[in-house]
T-cell receptor, first 119, second 112 residues
């Protein structure tokens, strides 16, 4: 299947600092990437939809000024958690949707996730 | 009403048996249907996708789609202990972004 990478895989930071998470589609172009958050033993929660070259669309209840998303190219999207607090500790997962014209046929593939712990 | 409902788990089957996972969805505009497997502490991994009514087979996995009934299922034949995971049903949403809507998942345990 398609490969989507995330970096870092794990991060520990102090309360009040900002953390940037990168999501890359390695073998296909993705005009749309998605950012999810998952708390222990809970479902995936969509945070935002990121389109290359335009502003991200945030789900209800997700603070756009706290979770900054930049989709700089067809293979890279970044999520910055600004002024992180302990309640932001979670498993952040990105996914990328391949273009219909590629061999992956508009399927959505997930990155391995980033585990964030805010102390 | 939940947008995506999956059969409540946990589901346990003996090794070698058929595991049957069911899912109903509410968005009649959904066009693509995905099944993901998620191991504990890991991100979801794509297992199958299906667009058309009927069955689609890939190895030990068979996806079945009935758009009129808004129902999609996943059968796992010859279940193995390594199939033990949470299975997520994810139809896409109508609209330009076509985000996926995830069910809460069905936890499957295959007993050796």
């Amino acid at each position: 299947g398609a490969v989507v990478s995330q970096h870092p895989s794990r991060v520990i930071c102090k309360s009040g600092t900002s953390v940037k998470i990168e999501c890359r589609s390695l073998d296909f172009q993705a005009t749309t990437m998605f950012w999810y958050r998952q708390f222990p033993k809970q479902s995936l929660m969509l945070m935002a939809t990121s389109n290359e070259g335009s502003k991200a669309t945030y789900e209800q209840g997700v603070e756009k000024d706290k979770f900054l998303i930049n989709h700089a190219s067809l293979t890279l999207s970044t999520l910055t958690v600004t002024s992180a607090h302990p309640e932001d500790s979670s498993f952040y997962i990105c996914s990328a949707r391949a273009l219909r014209t590629t061999k992956y046929q508009e399927t959505q593939y997930f990155g391995p996730g980033t585990r964030l712990l805010v102390l | 009403q939940k947008e995506v409902e999956q059969n409540s788990g946990p589901l346990s089957v003996p090794e070698g048996a058929i595991a049957s996972l069911n899912c109903t969805y509410s968005d009649r505009g959904s066009q693509s249907f995905f099944w993901y497997r998620q191991y504990s502490g890991k991100s979801p991994e794509l297992i199958m996708f299906i667009y058309s009514n009927g069955d689609k087979e890939d190895g030990r996995f068979t996806a079945q789609l009935n758009k009129a009934s808004q129902y999609v299922s996943l059968l796992i034949r010859d279940s193995q202990p390594s199939d033990s995971a949470t299975y997520l049903c994810a139809p896409d949403q109508s609209g330009s972004a076509r985000q996926l809507t995830f069910g809460s998942g069905t936890q499957l345990t295959v007993l050796p």
